[in-house]
T-cell receptor
């Protein structure tokens, strides 16, 4: 089965609403990373987050390594936040990433 | 900082032909990774190099796929005898230790 489970698979928001995306890992991991991707676009790194909470603008990532989970909170969503959010685990330091299937977020005005 | 550069951005090949994809990592980054993205499978790790040495190719199909890093400024992914199921976006990433930075990808279509 999937080592990295993301939920929900898709999310529809009205502009201004908050959202919480979840990522759960079935195996132990060294760290994890959150990415953003527009349709047909490149992967943009949002957070490298081995543990604890990190914030960047309206985005907050919280990772609890012992519980094998991470979340991404989007506050006051904007239409420009629409796209796919992917989480990925790093089983050992500086090795290849294992990705989840992503959460597709659509924000409407 | 130009970011990770991948060429070509799009490639169309006929079944059975060879395809070579190029990646130029961010200057100073010691690790280079290759991934493949499809709608069905999502993003899959293929292989990676550190300081030009191959470290892990556990995700590479055993036949027809090979990767090299002849110098610190570029890596290649070669697919011999391409098949329609090889159609995907091939992504290259580089890292200086933790965060991986991705290039725009090469969209390969095998007819």
């Amino acid at each position: 089965g999937q080592q990295v489970q993301q939920s929900p698979a898709s999310l529809v928001l009205q502009e201004g609403e908050n959202a919480e995306l979840q990522c759960n890992f079935s195996t132990s991991l060294n760290s994890m990373q959150w990415f953003y991707q527009r349709p047909g676009g490149s992967l943009v790194s949002l957070f490298y987050n081995p543990s604890g909470t990190k914030q960047s603008g309206r985005l907050t990532s919280t990772t609890v390594i012992k519980e094998r989970r991470s979340s991404l909170h989007i506050s006051s969503s904007q239409t420009t936040d629409s796209g796919t959010y992917l989480c990925a685990m790093e089983a050992n330091y500086a090795q290849g990433l294992t990705f989840g299937l992503g959460t597709r977020v659509s924000v409407f005005p | 900082n130009a970011g990770v550069i991948q060429t070509p951005r799009h490639k169309v090949t006929g079944k059975g032909q060879e395809a070579t994809l190029w990646c130029e990592p961010i200057s100073g980054h010691s690790a280079v990774f290759w991934y493949r993205q499809t709608i069905v499978q999502g993003l899959e790790f293929l292989t990676y190099f550190r300081n030009q040495a191959p470290i892990d190719d556990s995700g590479m199909p055993k036949e027809r796929f090979s990767a090299q890093m002849p110098n610190q400024s570029h890596s290649t992914l070669k697919i011999q005898s391409t098949q329609p199921q090889d159609s995907a976006v091939y992504l290259c990433a580089s890292s200086a230790g933790d965060t991986q930075y991705f290039g725009p990808g090469t969209r390969l279509l095998v007819l």
